[in-house]
């Protein structure tokens, strides 16, 4: 006869351990929070975390353990090195193709425009990805093209952070090789308005008859390392639709952000000229 040799009361103990390591994982990751902005005192991370201070210590200590939290004599707790190891590898199999794709969809489904991510290639948009659109409209981009930075929404997208220097050189390039041709001063201050806005429009600029609301999509330190943009012909996208896009758009984008780590209020660098 087989006997039953499993303990009765391990069962509740069992649950009883994983709801304090649940517990502690979770005060140690709002500890993390804590320390966010800078070093934190003892005193006052208890009192901010609601906890006592030797408890606070405890869990202080065993993260500093493990390199999440350094301590500095005088000043407290602040990140510590594994963060940046964790960020940096984070970062390094981030796929912005694979992340985006969800959000392009959802975009392109809402919206029925053909709806495009592209990132900086020297001084041109690289077009990454393309969802088409259910409208009856031919757009000729296509996956791996490279198009103007100054004429095209992407384009202007991933320029907002840039110097207005930066702005003209490239405008200037770009007009005397013919790829556009622009009144520079309404150029340049259609781009002041975009940067304002948070978003760029293609007014016709890059292919006839077809517009485009476009936003930046931001990696966790600020900067725009990629952009979306919606396309359409122009008698779907007249200045009140592209208006109302505007949202759309944008939110499209600070989603894909999001998920690469973005936080909203986090101040972009401001992008050196290149040469």
């Not at 500093?64 to 350094?70: A, P, S, Y």
Request: charged content about 30%; glycine content about 8%; hydrophobic content about 35%.
């Amino acid at each position: 006869m087989r006997q039953n040799t499993s303990n009765p009361e391990s069962g509740p103990r069992e649950e009883k351990s994983k709801t304090q390591g649940s517990q502690t994982l979770q005060r140690g990751l709002d500890l993390l929070d804590q320390v966010i902005d800078g070093p934190v005192k003892l005193a006052d991370l208890s009192e901010r975390m609601g906890l006592t201070r030797s408890t606070t210590h405890r869990l202080a200590n065993a993260l500093v353990e493990r390199g999440f939290l350094t301590f500095l004599p005088r000043e407290g707790y602040q990140l510590g090195p594994k963060l940046l190891q964790l960020g940096f590898l984070a970062q390094s199999q981030a796929d912005v193709v694979q992340i985006a794709r969800p959000h392009l969809e959802a975009l392109a489904a809402a919206s029925e425009d053909v709806v495009h991510l592209g990132r900086l290639d020297g001084d041109q948009a690289l077009y990454l990805d393309k969802i088409p659109g259910r409208r009856r409209v031919e757009i000729s981009s296509r996956i791996g093209d490279r198009h103007p930075l100054t004429s095209t929404g992407l384009g202007k997208a991933l320029m907002l952070d840039d110097p207005e220097a930066g702005w003209t050189r490239l405008l200037e390039s770009e007009r005397e090789n013919g790829t556009h041709d622009a009144d520079p001063a309404q150029w340049l201050e259609r781009m002041r308005g975009y940067v304002a806005a948070g978003r760029a429009f293609d007014l016709e600029e890059n292919e006839d008859q077809i517009r485009c609301v476009a936003a930046p999509i931001r990696d966790a330190s600020g900067a725009i390392v990629a952009a979306i943009s919606l396309s359409s012909a122009a008698q779907y996208m007249d200045d009140e639709r592209m208006a109302s896009l505007s949202d759309e758009v944008r939110a499209a984008a600070q989603k894909v952000s999001a998920d690469l780590g973005w936080t909203p209020g986090v101040k972009s660098p401001r992008r050196p000229l290149r040469r």
